[in-house]
Structure formats: C-alpha cells, structure tokens
C-alpha cells in the first residue's frame, strides 16, 4: 500500500472498521509480547518460590528497557503520523531514523552500566539472601539484550503508526512462540534453570527484531538510514514531547514495582511472589487494552494532523466504549477464577492466599483502565505533552507509589494488596478533568 493509499485509508475509511483492522493485529501482539513475561514466570515457577520471585525482581529494569524504548518509539512515531497525515514525509524519515539509533545507543548505556553494578541493583532491586542469586544469574543474561530490545520497541511502534500493524504483529508474535518453545527446553531440557528462561528471552526478542526491521522494506514504511538522523533541537523535541509520557509511565512504572517488591520484602517470598503473579496477570489483560488503545492511535495521529477533529472524537469515545464493556466481563471472570488463575503460576499455598485476595481487589477497580488508557493514548498522539505526561504520571507515580508507603502502615499485607486498586480510583479523577480540558481545545481549534 503507497503512502498516498494509507493516507485515504486513515481519513475516509469508516471508524469502526478501520480501528477494527488495525486493533486486532496490535491487540494480538500486545498480548504475545505478555507472553515472553508470562512464560518466564509460568516455567521459573516449577523450579522454586525462590527463582520465581527473582523473575518478578528482574521486571523494573525489563521496564526500564521497554521506557526508552517507548520513548523512542512512541516519541518518533506519534510525530510521524501527523506528518503523514499532513504529507510531510521527508520530516517523517528524519523523525524514524533519529528514534531508532538513539534507543540503540540508549539500550548499550543501559547494558553497560547494568553489568557493572549488577549485585547492588539486584539488592536495590528489592533482593533477599535466597533470591539473590536467581536475581543475578537472570537479569545479568538480560540485560545483553537491551540495545536490540529497546530498538525492537521503536521498530514495532513505527510500524504500527503507519497504520501497517499486520507487518508488527508478524515480527512480535514470532519472538513469542519462539520464547514459548524455548523456555522449557533450556530449563528442563538442557538443565539451564533459570538462566535458560533469561536465554530463550534474548533470543527470541532478537529474532522479532530482525523480523521488525525485514518488515520496515516489506510494508513500504518510511525507511531508516543512519543519513537522515537529524540531532537538531526541533527534533529531539518533537521525539521527546511525544514520548515523554511513555517515559514517565514505563519508569514510573519500574519504580512502582521496586517499591512493591520492597514492601512485600517483610512478608517473605510467598508475598514477593504472590504480587509478582499478580503484577503479570493484570498487565497480560491490560495488554489486550493497550493493544486496542494502539489500533486507535494512528487513526487518531493521520486525523488530527489533517484537521479532522470530528473522526478524532468519534474514534475516541468508540474505543472508550468498546473497552470498558470488554474490561468489565475480564473483571467479573478474573474475581469469580481468582484463586484457580495464581495457582496455575505457583501452586503454593501461601503464594496462592497472598495473591488471590491482592486479584480481587484489583478486579473491582479494572474496569476504569478503558478511560484512563483511551486518554491518555488520545492526549499523547495528539502532541499535547504536558496532559499526556501528567495522566501517564498519575497512576503509578502519583497515586501507586503513595499507597505503598502509606496503606501497609495501617493495614498490613493487605495494604500491599489494595493499593493497586485505590491507585486506579484516584486516577479516574484526575482523568476525566484533563480529558474536558483537551475535548474544548479541541473544540477551539476546530472553530478557528
């Protein structure tokens, strides 16, 4: 499909369908890329409690690694759709090359300094004497992945901003059975333990990169050359307005989860790997949300860099819609199955009570997740950074992180496990305030 073709696609064809189109292959990718977390904690879980709370330990900087690679991506790409939708496509081919070769340079920063200061980021990380050298042995594996990894993200995201996500979900999804197939044959198999889990990760996020950058020529998307990276101040902006709030999120996000797993730290390893299951569970359903959240984006993007407000808004509130129905029904499901669904990770006792109570509560508060997601996905390709950032703060940062340091003071362990679901209450608020701010600019815009 030519540039001209994709452009017409995104602002004529009907709403419905064409998120429809575009949803599916970002939700299944969204879905299959939980799946490299999930398998790695499913097949760990058969070796100890003790291994499967260090996977959990691991994920702030597997999130660190997925921040700037989001800040690149999301940061190139949510600029380049306006630009194609207002037919600027030599700034879009400065925009996709400078994303890609500064995640590449920020994944090797990262590598290089997580080798070096490996055992005092495992204790930072929330590590206890009996999950030290799980913790070790996984993330020093990971953590030679991170320059492809971060740029991996920039390649998917580019791609599926182009409204090419058919071509994404390919590269994603053949990483993710790859992963799948590997995880039990390093570890049983070849006797690898938990080091085999971090191998078949690497690998098989390499193997998606290499399918990603194959896709770039195959879909005709706007190529990446090391000629057209532009350092300029226009374009390090423009990159890093549109992906500072995945940045705040994703690290904030990483932050979150090392002040989880410290507050849960007293309570032993049943707690750290209770809320580590618990973590992955919420984040795999999520993942179908962001997925369809990511099919709206580039409509979104092509729409409002071609003025045309009206499909922006229908857009939205169709996906706001669709989202919180589908959220609702995960809710009831994930609360009824609670117990059954921890026990599928971790069939301890302790492992299973912690972390069925902490599912339940987050279940009554899941379905808000539809309105917080839709806007800020909205805010954020629509360029309006300051918004964007503020939501993609609120949750984790603002809301999250405070109710782990003050609920366990006054109610335990089950303020460990409640705080998530308070978090989520609060961040409805604050949403709903900024989505009347954007909608009547919006508005003014659309009347000028």
Request: charged share 10%; net charge positive; aromatic share 10%.
């Amino acid at each position: 499909m030519s540039q001209n073709e994709k452009y017409q696609m995104m602002t004529k064809a009907p709403i419905p369908g064409l998120i429809g189109r575009l949803a599916v292959p970002t939700i299944i990718s969204m879905l299959i890329t939980s799946f490299y977390n999930m398998a790695d904690t499913f097949f760990v879980g058969r070796i100890s409690t003790s291994a499967t709370a260090a996977v959990g330990l691991s994920f702030p900087i597997m999130a660190i690694i997925q921040a700037l690679g989001f800040f690149c991506g999301h940061g190139s790409g949510n600029s380049m759709s306006r630009r194609l939708g207002s037919k600027d496509s030599e700034t879009a081919k400065q925009l996709a090359a400078t994303g890609f070769f500064s995640a590449l340079f920020f994944g090797l920063v990262l590598m290089v300094l997580g080798l070096i200061f490996l055992k005092p980021l495992c204790f930072l990380l929330g590590s206890t004497g009996t999950t030290l050298p799980y913790t070790q042995k996984y993330l020093g594996i990971v953590l030679l992945g991170a320059p492809y990894m971060t740029a991996q993200l920039v390649l998917n995201n580019q791609i599926r901003f182009q409204g090419n996500a058919f071509y994404s979900m390919i590269g994603i999804t053949a990483g993710g059975v790859l992963n799948i197939a590997l995880d039990p044959l390093f570890i049983f198999v070849f006797h690898m333990g938990i080091a085999g889990a971090a191998f078949a990760t690497i690998l098989s996020q390499f193997v998606s990169f290499c399918m990603l950058l194959a896709g770039i020529k195959f879909s005709n998307c706007i190529p990446i050359h090391f000629r057209n990276i532009r350092l300029t101040k226009s374009r390090l902006l423009e990159i890093a307005g549109g992906g500072l709030p995945s940045l705040f999120r994703q690290g904030l996000g990483s932050i979150a989860v090392m002040t989880l797993n410290i507050a849960a730290n007293p309570y032993g390893d049943a707690a750290i790997a209770a809320m580590s299951i618990v973590s992955r569970i919420t984040m795999f359903a999520s993942s179908a949300l962001i997925g369809f959240g990511q099919g709206f984006q580039p409509v979104c993007g092509f729409n409002y860099g071609a003025k045309k407000y009206e499909r922006v808004k229908e857009a939205f509130w169709f996906c706001v819609k669709i989202s919180t129905v589908v959220l609702f029904v995960i809710s009831i499901i994930g609360a009824l199955l609670s117990g059954h669904i921890i026990g599928v990770f971790r069939n301890d006792a302790d492992v299973i009570q912690i972390g069925f109570t902490a599912l339940r509560l987050q279940c009554l508060t899941f379905t808000l997740n539809g309105w917080i997601i839709m806007n800020n996905m909205m805010m954020q390709t629509m360029g309006k950074t300051l918004y964007a950032s503020t939501l993609a703060s609120a949750r984790q940062g603002l809301f999250f992180i405070p109710a782990l340091l003050i609920l366990p003071r006054l109610f335990g362990l089950l303020g460990i496990q409640m705080a998530q679901a308070v978090a989520d209450a609060c961040t409805v608020v604050i949403t709903t305030v900024l989505n009347r701010l954007v909608m009547k600019q919006m508005q003014e815009e659309q009347s000028s």
